[in-house]
Nanobody, 114 residues
């Protein structure tokens, strides 16, 4: 199982950025997938979950600003981030937790300048 996150970068507050997570080695259509983030000096936290049923669940801090989606043809999950704030600065990770264990992508850095 491999997850490869990409798309991070530097953006000004109020701007937008999109992240991608390419998934391989599992049945992309029937698994839950998560986005996590770890701000500098803080613990890793859940940003949101894309469920196998096709719904997305978000942390309160990003609700209404972030959107998770999937491209089933490309086995890729996305995180569209709008109205970014300096507090969104973090390393962002995608994750899968299932019967075979817990697997993390390598992380991609998002920096939001004020």
């Amino acid at each position: 199982v491999q997850l490869q996150a990409s798309g991070g970068g530097l953006v000004q507050a109020g701007g937008s950025l999109g992240l991608s997570c390419k998934v391989s080695g599992i049945n992309f259509r029937i698994v839950n997938l998560d986005w996590y983030r770890q701000p500098p000096g803080k613990q890793r936290e859940l940003v949101g979950t894309s469920t196998s049923g096709g719904t997305s669940i978000y942390a309160g801090s990003v609700l209404g600003r972030f959107t998770i989606s999937r491209n089933y043809a490309r086995n890729t999950m996305y995180l569209q981030m709008n109205s970014l704030e300096p507090d969104d600065t973090a390393m962002y990770y995608c994750r899968h937790e299932g019967a075979r264990g817990t697997f993390w992508g390598q992380g991609t850095l998002v920096t939001v300048s004020s």
